[in-house]
């Protein structure tokens, strides 16, 4: 009987989602929130020095940003400052709305939501995953969410993505994730697990695939590529 249950369970599969960039676009929010902190602390920093904040956890963004700015602080002021920036951030992701979903994300979730062989879970860095996916209307098409008040290590360490395969009993190699940053597609390829590159190839290109955005595409195209590798 046991036998049987598990060769069950791994044929099921999954599509494990990262947050920001590839369903919504938070990232021009964490930008202002950040960008006012370090205003406030007497420095500036450029969009293009942003990018390297994607994917990466509250507190590690906020020692790049001090870095870049020449300061440091004690572990309980940065944590205020850490707090003041998710306050200040929060204020913006409370007005967000369903049309603050990225081009065909919903089409995408439908195609996996109507297929019984798949399950659907988040792997994000942001504490406030929940909270975005309910002010966009799409909580409902999710499985398991994993934020990062959930995880020990963030990204590139694969802990997110192998917890979220994980409570939704599905192996690392049955998985296909979506990621916009280069080290959440070096935590996913570090999990084992298909990964699909949405954004440039220039930055993406260790990914199985990359798209630009999911506008061109549809679940059953990213599947049958899928399949072709396992």
């Known amino acids: 009987m046991t036998d049987l249950f598990l060769a069950k369970e791994d044929i099921r599969k999954a599509c494990i989602f990262d947050l920001d960039g590839v369903i919504v676009?938070?990232?021009?929010?964490?930008?202002?929130?950040?960008?006012?902190l370090a205003n406030s602390l007497g420095f500036d920093f450029t969009e293009r020095e942003n990018e390297k904040l994607k994917g990466v956890s509250r507190i590690d963004s906020l020692n790049l940003i001090l870095e870049w700015g020449?300061?440091?602080?004690?572990?309980?002021?940065?944590?205020?400052?850490?707090?003041?920036?998710?306050?200040?951030?929060?204020?913006?992701i409370k007005e967000m709305d369903e049309s603050e979903i990225l081009p065909n994300v919903v089409g995408i979730l439908e195609g996996i939501y109507k297929n019984p062989n798949y399950k659907i879970g988040l792997g994000s860095a942001s504490k406030n995953a929940k909270l975005i996916l309910d002010q966009v209307g799409l909580t409902k098409y999710f499985d398991f969410i994993v934020d990062g008040s959930m995880v020990t290590h963030g990204?590139?360490?694969?802990?997110?993505?192998?917890?979220?395969?994980?409570e939704m009993k599905v192996l690392p190699e049955n998985c296909?994730?979506?990621e916009d940053a280069p080290k959440g597609?070096?935590?996913?390829?570090?999990?084992?697990?298909?990964?699909?590159?949405?954004?440039r190839e220039d930055d993406l290109g260790h990914a199985h695939?990359?798209?630009?955005?999911?506008?061109?595409?549809?679940?059953?195209?990213?599947?049958?590529?899928?399949?072709?590798?396992?």
């Open 25 to 36: 676009d938070t990232a021009k929010y964490h930008f202002v929130a950040w960008r006012n």
């Open 70 to 92: 020449g300061m440091n602080f004690s572990e309980k002021v940065k944590a205020n400052l850490a707090f003041s920036k998710n306050e200040d951030y929060l204020s913006y």
């Open 155 to 166: 990204k590139p360490h694969p802990e997110g993505f192998l917890l979220a395969a994980s």
């Open 176 to 178: 296909i994730v979506f």
């Open 185 to 199: 597609v070096e935590a996913a390829l570090a999990a084992r697990m298909f990964t699909v590159g949405i954004g």
């Open 209 to 230: 695939l990359v798209m630009a955005d999911f506008s061109k595409t549809t679940f059953a195209e990213i599947e049958d590529f899928f399949l072709g590798l396992v």
